[in-house]
């Protein structure tokens, strides 16, 4: 009987062990870790929050709403009731055969014609459906593209300075190769408007 009670106590014992050594890896060492990796690069761990003039206006990473033909327009927005909620992230989860889609695609493509002076069959696939977070911060090269008369003649610029702004923003694929070329919406906004018409 001392026999297995010794041999219970040393399994205990062990577990015990095995425990503590696991907490002090996973729940200290481990997130002290990743929190210093986070450190070294503060802008992507802090949700790279883009400033005007020190004020923060946006993330470069969470797409937000902008009316007014003065402004680049970003893709639609599924997230919340009204769209661009951060607390409601998320698709519309409507099958591509959807009426309801449809309709709401065919009513995009027809205002997005009329503001931009685009043939309806022209608008880009972008500016017709929300992406799957419903909060896409970018937007085709060849939507902003799509823009750049409208927001010109609003904002007193010539078509040229506003479409070497697109150009200038951008971005191409990660690692030269992964994805489609992008344009930061906020970002673009921003840099438009620190031209003087």
């Known amino acids: 009987m001392s026999l297995t009670f010794t ?3 040393r399994q205990a014992r062990t577990g015990l062990g095995l425990l503590l050594a696991a907490t002090v890896v996973l729940g200290l060492l481990y997130p002290l870790l990743v929190f ?3 450190r070294l690069t503060p802008g992507r761990a802090d949700g790279q929050i883009v400033t005007s003039a020190g004020t923060p206006v946006g993330s470069a990473i969470i797409g937000q709403q902008f009316t007014g033909n003065e402004w680049f327009w970003p893709r639609p927005s599924a997230a919340g009731k009204d769209g661009y909620d951060p607390t409601s992230s998320g698709a519309s989860n409507l099958g591509p055969e959807n009426s309801d889609l449809l309709k709401a695609v065919e009513e ?3 205002t997005l014609a009329a503001a931009d002076g685009t043939a309806p069959a022209d ?3 972008d500016a017709l459906t929300a992406s799957g977070s419903g909060l896409d911060p ?3 090269p060849e939507y ?3 823009q750049v008369a409208r927001v010109a ?3 007193g610029l010539s078509e040229q300075q506003v479409a070497s702004l697109v150009a200038a923003h951008t971005e191409g694929r990660q690692l030269g190769f992964l994805g489609e070329p992008v ?3 906020l970002q673009l906004n921003l840099a438009l408007q620190q031209l003087a018409p």
């Open 36 to 38: 210093g990796i986070g």
């Open 108 to 110: 995009r493509r027809a």
């Open 7 to 9: 041999n219970l106590f």
């Open 144 to 146: 902003a593209r799509q």
């Open 123 to 125: 608008v880009a696939p």
């Open 183 to 185: 344009v930061n919406v």
């Open 138 to 140: 970018d937007i085709s």
């Open 153 to 155: 003649a609003a904002r």
